[in-house]
């Protein structure tokens, strides 16, 4: 069964620290894998995919099949950088969601 | 291009009362989906609609939720008779033919509140 975990609900760093959010998934297939965020009272908005493999706003995620994981890293954390984190896969129709970190930059 | 519209933004209902959600998609998306994200949960899949389509319904409890696209006019989440258990944040997405899950474009949300 298809299924995202997101460890962490709160992660709390210092201004210019590296930070990483943890996400692990689950899929029989060839998955493709999502990171959203939502900054405060905004709605959620694709921050990057890994089939693109780009780097969006200095975060980077690298997807590892051998660890069922798709990390987001970013080396140096900024205050603006503050918001609620989602890591979510592709279905067939849908997307499957973990339920998300808060990360909060510390200044 | 106004994006996903939602309205309204919040929504307080009385135990036993209807709720009507309304989801207008990104203009040139003919494709909605519906997600619900309850307290410390992440956001659940409900429903995949395209016009005057129900797609996918799998993720829609079986009773009291309905979810209709009409050819004209905006996507509707309906909850009758509504339980303090629905009260949760209901947004919708929308999509291009063909794009799927790539080309989602969330909406603000609806707060749902029961009392």
């Known amino acids: 069964a298809q299924r995202v975990t997101q460890p962490e609900k709160l992660l709390s760093v210092f201004k210019g620290a590296p930070v990483e959010l943890k996400c692990n998934y689950s899929y029989s297939g060839s998955p493709e894998l999502f990171w959203y965020v939502q900054y405060s009272r905004q709605r959620l908005q694709l921050l990057l995919r890994h089939i693109s493999r780009e780097s969006i706003k200095g975060f980077t995620a690298d997807l590892n099949k051998g660890e069922t994981s798709f990390h987001l890293k970013k080396p140096f954390a900024q205050e603006e950088d503050s918001a609620m984190y989602y890591c979510a896969l592709a279905g067939a129709n849908n997307l499957f969601f973990g339920t998300g970190t808060r990360l909060t930059v510390i200044p | 291009n106004a994006g996903v519209m939602q309205n309204p933004r919040h929504l307080v209902r009385r135990r036993g009362q209807e709720a009507r959600l309304r989801c207008s998609p990104m203009?040139?998306?003919?494709?909605v989906y519906w997600y619900r994200q309850l307290p410390e949960e992440g956001l659940k899949f409900m429903v995949y609609l395209q016009k005057e389509n129900i797609i996918d319904e799998s993720g829609m409890p079986k009773e009291r939720f309905s979810a209709e696209f009409p050819k004209e006019g905006p996507s509707i989440l309906r909850i009758q008779q509504v339980v303090r258990g629905d009260s949760a944040a209901y947004f919708c997405?929308?999509?291009?033919?063909?794009?799927?899950?790539?080309?989602?474009?969330f909406g603000s949300g609806t707060r749902l509140t029961v009392v």
């Open positions: 997405a929308s999509s291009a033919k063909d794009r799927g899950a790539i080309g989602y474009t």
């Open positions: 203009k040139g998306h003919s494709h």
